[in-house]
């Protein structure tokens, strides 16, 4: 099937590759030229696992392809994904934008029947405005058919985690299709029939708010796991034997109950903000996803605490901060927790040294008088800390001997539970992790 992905974003390109790697022919379109002239070069804009390799895969198959115009997409292909962004305005809406934009030039160049999808997170009901819009701005000749309007609207949200979206793609716990029509159900069936997964096909509004009811429930799961950190550094229990205790339970599960410095990127927080305002314009008051807002925040706030406490004073000191994107396994770097425990240890005067496998370029454009090093023994050189923001790999490969010959101080702060303590006491280290009865 001809399909053509609007935005090559995160979740627009690790879309369109997937697709087109399970038998479609894609077309993924975006306004950025210099981004688009990248693309058609083979080289994928942002860091995923896997996506590299795969992505020139398919060009060279000649079944992905990169355009400029929606015009272009639309005329080749049968089914259009709406995957532009929709950040977070001040009062927590979500802003549709981007959205309303894509619509308004899908109907404009609407020629014969479409399906458009939404692919993009969005607030309930964003489905029945976005086929308004289409039918306000659809070609005469179209609208002087009446009913017999040449499109479907469906939602279809994504479930992908940034560092394992290609296999999040490939092996989806299931598919959510929400439709209005037949057609549209059929359609997405056939698209998804190469995964073989389970597929659950609803009205489009349920479909809308299962995304955001799916993220937010993961949130609170994360953010009930951040405050039993605190209550276990207050009492002297430990966060990881209390959680692996309570994971063993099939009624809860052991996924997202890992305590520490509260969870960040591109979902987590817009999707929260954004339900609490449409449960707030729907007449409820959502309280518990309020407070899970604010244990995520005062998490970090707890973090830079700790660090003042342990370390004393903090002006002058050299502190050195091991991994700066959100997660591991991608360079993104929005909302990451590390941006707001950074920014508060510059303003008590720390001078700040980090390293971080991927999103170093994207940190550059974030801070300002900060020392960004080549590896974790040049941000450990002279530093008073080491303080670990980010859990990839790399940093649990580190020679702890080498580590504590070069640092001023030998003290980690684990705001991740990396390391979990193994033996750094006995090799001279001074420890603290997240919730470790430490306080």
Known sequence: MNIGIVGTGYVGLVTGVCLSAIGHTV?????????????????????????????TKQIKKKKLFFC????????KSLVIFIAVGTPSKKNGDADLTYVENVARQIALSMDSYKLIVEKSTVPAATGRRIENTIKVNLPKKFKERGHNVPFDV?????????????????????VVIGVESKKAEELLKEIYKPLKTRIVVTNITSAEIIK???????????????ALSQICDKVGADILKVTEGMGYDKRIGPSFLNAGIGFGGSCFPKDVDAFIRLSEKSGYDFNLL????????????????????????IKGKKIGVLGLAFKPNTDDMRNAPSVDIITRLQA???KIKAYDPQAMDQAKKIFKGMTFCQNV??????????????????????????L???MRQPMIFDGRNLYKNDHLDDLGFEYFGIGRGVV
């Not at 023994?377 to 080498?402: G, H, I, M, N, P």
């Open 348 to 350: 008590e005067g720390a």
């Open 212 to 226: 955001h009811a799916s993220n937010s429930f993961l949130a609170t799961k994360i953010s009930f796991a951040n």
């Open 377 to 402: 023994y040049a941000v450990a050189k002279d530093s008073d800390c080491l303080v670990v923001l980010t859990e990839w790999d790399e940093f649990r490969q580190v020679d702890f001997k080498r």
């Open 27 to 55: 077309y993924c379109v975006d306004n950025d030229r210099e981004k688009l002239k990248t693309l058609r070069k083979g080289i994928a804009t942002i860091y995923e696992p896997g996506l590299q390799e795969l992505m």
């Open 404 to 406: 504590k010959n070069v």
């Open 154 to 174: 469906a939602s279809n949200p994504e479930f992908l985690r940034e560092g394992s979206a290609i296999a999040d793609f490939m092996n989806p716990d299931r």
């Open 68 to 75: 400029e115009t929606i015009k272009e997409a639309s005329k």
């Open 290 to 313: 309020k407070a899970v807002r604010l244990t995520n925040e005062e998490q970090k706030a707890a973090f830079v605490r700790l660090i003042e406490d342990k370390l004393w004073i």
